[in-house]
């Protein structure tokens, strides 16, 4: 069965700093992964998707994520942090067969002035 | 274009009460689906369906009815509501096959008393 794991629950990053979210997913065939940002109160807005070719992904607001499938990996990234990007973050597996999303349990990232 | 359209996006019901959340999309996608989130869980799916007419199950999906009489419509029933219930529901449609968006709707926040 398809699963999806984020290891971190929170992470607190100072503003202009560096990120990195983890996610490891397991699915047997090619994976199609998505991250996704919910600010509070808010619905789910789509960061990047990764369906094929490059392994590195270049999405909205300054995010970027690369496929490993050694590791079964699909971290997201960006280079500085801005305090607007305090939310909560989502990485999710798709099984295209029906549609359906697989995700993992989230990381909210809180930003530091 | 409206995209995912799903009301009410606020709800208070008490213990007991039945209701439906309304899910519809003007895109003419095949697969629509219901998740519901819940803090430390992520998104996790309760119905989908692939066309009109055709339902299944997903991996919560005791306590909702859903049928799919129309492609445009998706429509979730809470049957007798329960605290269990309290979540946030997210609505979602999208073609079949691999390299498609997967639109949300934007979230209807149920409170059951």
């Known amino acids: 069965a398809q699963s999806v794991t984020q290891p971190d629950i929170h992470i607190t990053v100072s503003e202009g700093a560096s990120l990195e979210l983890r996610c490891n997913y397991s699915?047997?065939?090619?994976?199609?992964l998505f991250w996704y940002v919910q600010s509070p109160g808010q619905g789910l807005q789509l960061l990047l998707k990764y369906f094929s070719g490059d392994t590195l992904v270049q999405g909205i607001k300054g995010f970027e994520a690369e496929f490993k499938r050694s590791q079964s990996s699909f971290n997201l990234r960006k280079p500085s942090v801005h305090w607007s990007d305090a939310a909560e973050y989502f990485c999710?597996?798709?099984?295209?067969?029906?549609?359906?999303?697989?995700f993992g349990t989230g990381t909210r990232l809180l930003v530091s002035p | 274009n409206a995209g995912v359209t799903q009301t009410p996006k606020f709800q208070v019901l008490k213990t007991g009460q039945s209701m439906t959340l309304q899910c519809a999309q003007d895109m003419n996608h095949e697969y629509m689906s219901w998740y519901r989130q819940d803090p430390g869980m992520g998104l996790r799916l309760i119905h989908y369906?692939?066309?009109?007419?055709?339902?299944d199950q997903g991996e919560v999906p005791n306590g909702y009815n859903v049928s799919r009489s129309t492609t445009e419509d998706f429509p979730l029933r809470l049957l007798s509501a329960a605290p269990s219930q309290t979540s946030v529901y997210f609505c979602?449609?999208?073609?079949?096959?691999?390299?498609?968006?997967?639109?949300f709707g934007e979230g209807s926040w149920l409170t059951v008393v």
């Open positions: 979602a449609s999208s073609y079949g096959g691999s390299g498609n968006t997967i639109y």
């Open positions: 699915y047997g065939a090619t994976p199609y």
């Open positions: 999710a597996v798709l099984n295209t067969g029906f549609q359906k999303l697989v």
């Open positions: 369906s692939v066309g009109a007419g055709i339902t």
